[in-house]
């Protein structure tokens, strides 16, 4: 497995709970996924075609053990298998002088047409050179939660949306929508790739020196700070919106256990009725001042089961 770039871990990566924030796991797996495709003769920008871009249509995480400041991870990938649809690469991210492996990866990368958004195969000589940096899939690098074949796509927004009624003070399952601006589309008019659309395509508000972000906090019945450690996710892209759509996203719970939520967000051109994305998040419940993983408190509970649709996952 190569490895692929090394970097310290700075103090703008660390978020209000004291460890580098999810968002800084995905920039360091994406640039190697960039860099990979370099390698391969693919330049990430164009697709090595002005008329083309590369996507990335599917990722996976798998977070192991959180960072912190000062350490450095070294990032090391390969390509687990290739041909015309697209290139499915394995990316992970280790603290080699804790001997920790800190986060893993699986992400599936196409070729499009700029002007339309429609799949092009793969050049021959591409998928020979990525072959050449074959992979095997480690055990410790697949899914415990998540499934990754295909989930149901044939869902209706109208009737999502007429049983997720009931919004909740939380970014996973919270109801946004908004209207695509053309400012934020490329010159085809579509969503300009970094413009992420899982949350109703809302910007990350710019960072203001010294402010903290990081996850959403609550306060658990016996008095405690909660939150939520991410353990997997999944984002699979099915299109990309235009300017002028309006998209709507729906959060809601597919799996509820003792300590762990598996939610999922569905993105929908609200115009259309055409689902956009999917978005998986298998989280457990985090008592912050005892720093241990807890049974989610009743309360809570019993508004997550509000949302529970395993019939529509």
């Not at 599917?58 to 450095?72: A, I, K, L, M």
């Not at 299109?239 to 002028?244: D, I, L, V, W």
Request: glycine share 8%; hydrophobic share 40%.
């Amino acid at each position: 497995m190569q490895i692929l770039s090394e970097s310290e871990i700075q103090p703008n990566e660390i978020d209000h709970l004291g460890h580098m924030n999810v968002r800084f796991y995905m920039e360091r797996a994406q640039k190697a996924n960039q860099a990979l495709m370099l390698q391969f003769g693919l330049d990430p920008e164009a697709g090595g075609d002005r008329r083309t871009i590369l996507i990335q249509r599917d990722s996976y995480v798998r977070y192991h053990r959180e960072q912190f400041q000062g350490s450095t991870l070294a990032v090391k990938g390969g390509v687990l298998d290739a041909d015309a649809a697209g290139v499915r690469l394995y990316v992970e991210l280790v603290n080699d002088a804790k001997a920790q492996v800190a986060a893993t990866f699986i992400m599936v990368v196409g070729l499009v047409e700029r002007a339309t958004r429609t799949a092009v195969p793969i050049p021959h000589a591409v998928i020979e050179r990525a072959l050449q940096a074959h992979v095997a899939l480690p055990d410790y690098g697949g899914p415990r939660t998540v499934d990754l074949g295909s989930p149901r796509l044939d869902l209706a927004f109208d009737d999502l949306a007429a049983r997720l009624t009931e919004d909740l003070q939380d970014p996973l399952s919270r109801r946004m929508e908004r209207t695509i601006e053309a400012a934020d589309c490329d010159a085809y008019g579509f969503l300009a790739e970094g413009q992420d659309a899982m949350f109703g395509g809302l910007r990350m508000p710019p960072r203001d020196g010294g402010a903290p972000f990081g996850p959403m906090t609550f306060v658990s019945e016996e008095g405690h700070r909660l939150g939520w450690a991410s353990m997997e996710t999944r984002h699979l892209r099915l299109s990309q919106p235009r300017a002028g759509d309006v998209i709507c996203s729906l959060g809601a719970e597919i799996g509820l256990g003792e300590k762990i939520r598996h939610s999922r967000r569905w993105v929908f051109n609200k115009g259309t009725g055409a689902l956009i994305s999917l978005n998986d998040n298998v989280n457990v419940a985090l008592d912050l001042d005892a720093l241990r993983s807890i049974v989610i408190p009743p309360k809570l509970l019993r508004q997550l089961e509000q949302r529970h649709v395993p019939e529509f996952a």
